[in-house]
């Protein structure tokens, strides 16, 4: 079974971002980049159903400009066994990134699509479904615990207060929540067998996808700054001033 | 960093990040606790070598990712970014340890005690220092005498690192004649009869390391275990001091950057009189002197771990280099200290812990005055 894996380049997670001083974003340059935590679980699922025995081959994939390369090569030496650079210098949204996934998709024919339920830049947590949607496959979003059993695979998912297990048929969409796994470190040995594993590069425009952005960010800014708090003296204070001063009860 | 990219490529690089990542996960959430414990928990000899960080440097055949210098600098300059000279003194415990037996070990010791240490289910140590003096290696006392197929050892070893918990010991014993040509190495297990360990020694820095004394009382040990040559140990030893040497430069810089790295945090949310600490000039040139001193060092280290991994001889070079790191982070986390100020002498801030475990980098491995004594030979006095 062959199971595509759909990754993103970030801001490392352990930067403190800055907004442009112009409003328009957050600041990139010169700035740390890596996978997106919830990909590097994504990976590590796929990698754990191959040694498992379920799955094959795994295909990395990221939209994106040159520098993404580092991200697939770090997918690789994570045991994904080839990757495929769609290159574009265009940010895409999740929409248009959906659309060219669809276009690998058709190609590579994965049984299982796994990729992160959202990104810590954009949280949009919108990729995977657009693409079940679009391909008309299943989808088990926010996986804690994935299953595959045959052409069938159980998906546990994460949702308020409890659990849900969902059962879909295959190929199907997952998406990974934070708690499914503990991605594993990339080895020398394996960050060297990750250099020769190949890397192909399609252009975004080759894929016929529309990128045109759907959406238009008005303006970023960086959370308020927070006030010092106070001490109270009793439950009596606390209540009076929630109730009367902060007015939320 | 980008002063350094002629030593590193892209695939340093990725291993850069992937030892980061382990630190940030698996140590930095726990380090303050295990400092303050004396001790880290011995499953983290399994994960760093799961995550493939205890393997480089060593031989494939072994269970290693292959020799290259500035692979295990990166290795072990990340690790550092633990705060934590201990913890890193007691993983590296292994590659002063474990080399020798690579080295000069017999095949059938190789295969048996390499992939077991390399796997982390085993620890190694190296123990030279005896109660009786540290640096001068060629009049050691601890006695190895043959006794058909095994050897008798008497005497004591003391400032042993991972001397608690190790599982092979590295040691250092006469074999011979008085002097440098009576010295051999041996490898000592734990369990061997007559072989004991002390308390664990308390320590001013690298609170996170088992430091320990060694006994010897008619300690039999197979023959099968001589590292080397009978009566050539000096000569291994001297050998594995370059290494270890170049490992004590590396944590030498490292506890320069983040002590500077610290700083340059601190004195741009610090005020005083009405103005952060950054705009201060006195404070500005500090930290300028600070980070002069420290490039210099890291380029001094660099360049001569360059020419070990050309396969050099660096012996005059790398204690050169030795004794100019330990004067730098003397130095520098001094001053980091005193920029601190008062939270600076508190437990708990960082550059209070890499002061305190600065101050054996000078003396471990080789004191700064032995250094000179090697520097001063080689320049024929």
Known sequence: ?249 | MSTTLDYFNDTHQMLRDSVRRFVERDILPHIDDWEEAGSFPRELYKKAAEAGISGIGYPEQYGGSGEDVFMKIVASEELMRSTSGGLVASLGSVDIGLPPVVKWGSEELKARVVPQVLSGDKIACLAITEPGGGSDVANLRTRAVKDGDHYIVNGSKTFITSGVRADYYTVAVRTGEPGFGGVSLLLIEKGMPGFTVGRTLKKTGWWASDTAELFFEDCRVPATNLIGPENGGFFCIMTNFQAERLMLCVMANMTSQIALEECLRYVKEREAFGRRLAQFQVTRHKLAEMATQLEASREFTYRVAAKMAAGQNCIKEVSMAKNFATTVSDRVTYDAVQIFGGSGFMRGTVVERLYRDNRILAIGGGTYEIMNEVIAKQMGL
């Open chain 1, 1 to 249: 079974m062959k199971v595509l894996v759909p990754i993103k380049r970030v801001v490392d997670y352990n930067v403190k971002v800055r907004v442009k001083a112009d409003n328009s974003g957050v600041e990139l340059a010169n700035v740390k980049m890596a996978m997106n935590p919830f990909c590097e679980i994504a990976v590590e699922e796929a990698v754990r159903l191959k040694e498992k025995g379920v799955v094959t081959e795994i295909v990395a994939v990221t939209i994106g400009s040159k520098a993404a390369q580092e991200q697939l090569r770090t997918a690789m030496a994570l045991g994904a066994d080839r990757s495929i650079l769609i290159e574009t210098e265009e940010d895409a949204q999740p929409l248009a990134i959906a659309k060219a996934l669809k276009a690998i998709v058709e190609k590579e024919q994965p049984q299982l699509v796994i990729l992160g339920k959202q990104a810590i830049d954009g949280d949009n947590s919108q990729t995977g479904q657009m693409l079940a949607a679009l391909t008309g496959m299943g989808q088990g979003t926010f996986a804690s615990e994935v299953v595959v059993d045959g052409d069938k695979v159980k998906v546990t998912r994460e949702v308020d207060g409890g659990f849900q297990t969902v059962e879909l048929k295959l190929p199907a969409v997952i998406t990974t929540d934070l708690r499914l796994n503990e991605p594993r470190y990339a080895s020398l040995p394996n960050i060297m067998k990750a250099k020769k594993k190949p890397l192909d590069t399609v252009s975004a425009a080759d894929l016929g996808v529309d990128f045109a952005p759907r959406t238009k960010t008005l303006k970023v800014e960086a959370p308020a700054a927070r006030s010092a708090g106070i001490k109270v003296a009793s439950v009596e204070e606390l209540v009076s001033k929630l109730k009367n001063e902060a007015k939320v009860i």
